[in-house]
């Protein structure tokens, strides 16, 4: 029971860490700055599209952001850089709570199996044999019980926040892809421009 009980208190641990995380991150969350920065980029004023994310706490802004600062060197791995880094923030402990939820069901199994041992390890004393069988076998149940237990208290918490950082690393891929678009288009944009208004090597002899 020792080693389910500190399983318990780690688990419960984690569980409250991510929900405050998590809580946290909803607050952080800023649409409309996003929709500001994607709109000054759409109008090709890169600078304050910078601006608009800098020091923001939004994950989105902050890889936005590098990738602005980024790109005219190398916008795509700036962006999967800061993409990268938010990802392992929200995933975080996940691993911790992947592993709790496995090991809770075999700690409980192992108290089973040792509460049974003990059980029938008293069978041989007839005064002792019914009380302590029936101890035994109580020991056997309250383990796993309290493994099963943690496990489910685990796999809820679990699930939930792997769905939300599934749902992070789409919306990143989405605004990274919007953002290498728009700027590609203002690039393309610039060329065409500066075709039209440079002169053809025909009409110049013709001058």
Not at 93 to 116: E, H, K, R, S, Y
Not at 178 to 183: C, G, H, I, T
């Amino acid at each position: 029971m020792w080693p389910i009980l500190i399983v318990s208190i780690v688990a419960l641990t984690v569980v409250l860490e991510r929900c405050i995380w998590w809580g946290g991150r909803w607050f952080r969350r800023d649409p409309k700055r996003i929709e500001k920065v994607f709109t000054a980029i759409e109008n090709g004023d890169t600078a304050e599209a910078s601006r608009l994310s800098r020091s923001s706490r939004d994950p989105v802004l902050r890889m936005l952001w590098n990738g602005l600062n980024h790109q005219h060197s190398s916008l795509e791995a700036a962006l999967q850089v800061a993409a990268g880094i938010e990802i392992k923030r929200a995933g975080r402990f996940l691993v911790v709570m992947d592993t709790l939820v496995t090991l809770a069901p075999l700690l409980g199994l192992l108290g089973t199996i040792t509460g049974l041992i003990r059980s029938f390890s008293f069978l041989g004393n007839e005064e002792l044999a019914v009380q302590a069988v029936t101890g035994g076998i109580a020991e056997a149940l309250i383990a796993t019980a309290c493994g099963l237990g943690i496990a489910i208290f685990a796999l809820i918490p679990f699930n939930f926040f792997t769905s939300r950082v599934s749902n992070l690393e789409f919306e990143l891929q989405t605004a990274a892809t919007n953002l290498e678009v728009m700027l590609q288009a203002q690039t393309a944009e610039k060329g065409v421009t500066i075709q039209s208004s440079t002169p053809s090597s025909a009409t110049r002899s013709s001058i």
